[in-house]
């Protein structure tokens, strides 16, 4: 079986503050933090015992994972094994980068947001630098405020063309074509995470060959569905797993939409599609059909 699986387990504590982001920050206790550990050991033994299928996983922690030493050895033990075709992770990029080296880098991705005003600019376009020496697999990107335009700009022409900047809509904001059209100068994708997109009833690749998981092995379709398919470590999962349209309305963060089958995004997106690193050349597209006319912006994926 090919299954992509989206793991947030229960830590929340982040190193940053950013007042445009929708996950909850906290300190974690000790006893939490313990507890988020044994979680991600208990996932990486059952994704690592699971040789007869092949796996494609994306750690999308509430808070910074990468700061947490438990979740960059979750990261190189998984990349080097054969049956997971992909081991990625949401991430801010204040970590150190050496544990990368150890990695396997055909296996690896970082999925990397450069948020202004939380960390120096020279600082983590150094970190990308370092990435980029290393060989490492990564996307770099931002939310689309109109104060962040100008770090965009430095962004996109500091780093090497050959990595992806994207850009995500910013919660709240409403994005006339004039500030959209700046935005997809930047990012030529952008008109994806412009507005939500129209899901209900649609096709779409989650409950069936992508699920998303958390710390205590419950299963459901995807963060944004709250109903339970059954327990990854009992196995009950399995049986639920099928063709199923998408219950909601509307899909607006990225980590939801790209699993559409109504949006070309797998074949944009093709061989980095949990990384969000899009096949070359990176094309530009128009605002897809499926969308919604915006009347106000929902909240965003970091």
């Keep these: 079986m090919d299954l992509t699986l989206l793991y947030r387990g229960p830590l929340a504590s982040c190193d940053y503050d950013c007042p445009y982001c929708p996950f909850a920050k906290r300190r974690d206790s000790r006893e939490q933090l313990r507890a988020d550990r044994a979680r991600l050991e208990r996932f990486t033994d059952w994704a690592t015992a699971q040789t007869t299928d092949r796996l494609s996983l ?8 990468l700061v947490r030493s438990w979740y960059r050895r979750a990261l190189t033990h998984l990349s080097h094994q054969p049956h997971i075709r992909r081991v990625a992770i949401q991430t801010n990029l ?10 396997d880098l055909d296996t690896l991705a970082l999925w990397c947001t450069y948020h202004p005003g939380q960390t120096p600019y020279d600082r983590f376009l150094a ?12 996307s770099v990107g931002i939310v689309g405020l109109p104060e962040h335009l100008d770090a965009a700009r430095l962004l996109r022409a500091d780093l ?7 850009v995500n809509a910013a919660e709240g904001h409403t994005y006339d074509d004039a500030e959209a059209g700046v935005w997809t100068d930047l990012d030529p994708l952008f008109p994806y995470s412009r507005r939500p997109h129209a899901s209900a009833g649609l096709p779409c690749r989650t409950g069936e060959s992508v699920i998303s998981v958390d710390g205590e092995g419950t299963v459901r379709r995807c963060h944004f569905v709250r109903t339970e398919l059954g327990n990854l470590y009992d196995g ?18 990225h980590i939801g939409y790209v699993h ?16 969000r690193i899009p096949a070359p050349p990176v094309p530009r597209h128009d605002a897809p059909r499926t969308r919604l ?3 106000s912006a929902a909240s965003r994926c970091p």
């Design 94 to 103: 204040s970590c150190r980068t050496d544990w990368i080296g150890d990695a």
């Design 58 to 65: 994306l750690f999308t922690p509430w808070g910074e994972g």
């Design 160 to 166: 090497p063309d050959r990595v992806y900047l994207w």
């Design 127 to 138: 970190k990308c630098r370092e990435l980029d020496r290393l060989g490492a697999r990564f």
């Design 293 to 295: 006319p915006l009347e």
């Design 236 to 253: 009950t999962y399995r049986q639920a797993l099928r063709p199923r349209p998408c219950p909601l309305a509307t899909c607006d963060c």
């Design 260 to 275: 559409l089958e109504t949006l070309p995004l797998y074949d944009v997106f093709a061989g980095g599609v949990l990384e």
